[in-house]
């Protein structure tokens, strides 16, 4: 039971209030069965005839997720790359796809190499660049438009509201990678977006044991339904005991990445000054170049990431790596734990990212401990 006037953070703490019915238990069971038995008459009252479309767990980890996006419907499928292709995927044949330079890479490996053998065509752009965005959205050819922010490794903001608006007015859908935002500081339907993606095996775990993505939407729609037929023809739909997991981590959802996200603005406003450092890269410092558009979209808080790029280059970056104690060395964000990356070198040949950069994940450890490892790892 539910009142439509809590917040997303009550329903989320309650996993929307579900009793079970056996028990009254205030944790739900996991749902494994892989079948159901139907009624007399062969209908399947119940909802469910075969786990590979759908699963009551995941369904209810679903619920969750929408009431935190203010969407109608949400999707989780097998991994964040499942989720985002699917969109892809469920465009009609031919379409043209406008993404950005600046992308999560393995989107963008994705788009340029796997895409086309679809038939789609892809523009890369400037997201940041709206005149650059209008102009590769041309009327028409126009399909989907495809956003992240802020988007790796740089923490590039772009205006979702401006650019849903471009995307309308060529007849073209906006879908919105907010897996850094996070629902808790970024809601991309209520800005016009179509779609709203996430890599779940972020800060929506949060755990770093689970691997999931999911999409959500507002409005439903023909672009929906091809999905919705994607996830189940292609198998995609994400493990019971992922989503169970998901369930269990969604409920501290915004207490973890508020956290994250002040740990964030602290190590930010005390790097910035560091002698080591050439650049700190964080949407909530005054002169990062998105701040205005994240001070005006981001509510709460500039999120858990950062990057630092390093005066001595390439190799006084990756000396830092190899010398810090409590941060873990390894790729992925949002976990409690704290990594750091030389991001360069995990997206390997083709990385557009600058090679004296490292892509701080910020966990819940103290913000001195977190600081003084760092501050060793750089100084020595
Ligand atoms: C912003 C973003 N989008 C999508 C993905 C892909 O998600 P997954 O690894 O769950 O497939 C990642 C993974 O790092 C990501 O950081």
């Not at 909530?284 to 005066?311: K, V, Y």
Request: proline fraction near 5%.
């Amino acid at each position: 039971m539910t009142d439509k006037h809590w917040k997303p953070r009550t329903l989320a703490a309650q996993a929307l209030g579900l009793e079970e019915p056996v028990t009254k238990a205030v944790v739900p069971p996991v749902h494994v069965s892989t079948t159901f038995v139907r009624d007399a008459d062969n209908q399947t009252r119940a909802g469910f005839s075969y786990g590979r479309p759908d699963n009551a767990t995941v369904r209810h980890a679903e619920a969750v997720i929408a009431a935190l996006e203010g969407a109608s419907e949400a999707l989780l499928f097998g991994s964040g790359m499942a989720a985002a292709t699917a969109v892809v995927l469920a465009l009609p044949q031919g379409a043209h796809v406008v993404a950005p330079r600046e992308v999560y890479w393995g989107v963008r490996n994705w788009l340029t190499q796997t895409a086309p053998k679809f038939g789609h065509s892809v523009d890369l752009v400037d997201m940041s660049d709206l005149d650059a965005v209008r102009e590769a959205v041309k009327s028409g050819r126009a399909g989907l438009v495809w956003v992240e922010t802020p988007s790796n490794p740089l923490w590039t903001l772009t205006d979702i509201a401006a650019v849903a608006e471009i995307a309308h007015s060529a007849g073209a859908r906006l879908a919105v990678d907010s897996t850094v935002a996070t629902p808790v500081f970024t809601r991309p339907l209520s800005l016009g977006a179509d779609i709203v993606m996430h890599s779940a095996t972020k800060y929506l775990n949060g755990h770093s044991d689970v691997i999931g993505g999911v999409l959500a939407t507002g409005a439903g729609g023909a672009l929906w339904d091809a999905i919705k037929s994607i996830r189940t023809r292609h198998g995609a739909l994400l493990g019971p005991f992922e989503a169970w997991l998901l369930l269990r981590s969604l409920r501290t959802l915004e207490a973890r990445v508020t956290a994250q996200a002040t740990s964030a603005t602290t190590l930010a406003a005390r790097l910035e000054t560091h002698p080591a450092l050439s650049h700190v890269l964080y949407p909530g410092l005054a002169r990062h170049p998105g701040h205005d558009i994240a001070c005006r979209q981001m509510q709460g808080g500039f999120g858990g990431m950062l990057s630092i790029r390093l005066e001595g280059g390439e190799a006084a970056a990756v000396a830092t790596a190899s010398k810090v104690r409590l941060w873990k060395r390894a790729t992925s964000l949002g976990g409690v734990e704290s990594l750091i990356e030389h991001r360069a070198a995990t997206e390997g040949p083709g990385s557009l990212c600058p090679r004296d950069l490292l892509r701080l994940s910020v966990g819940l450890e103290d913000p001195d401990d977190l600081l003084t490892d760092l501050d060793e790892a750089l100084g020595d």
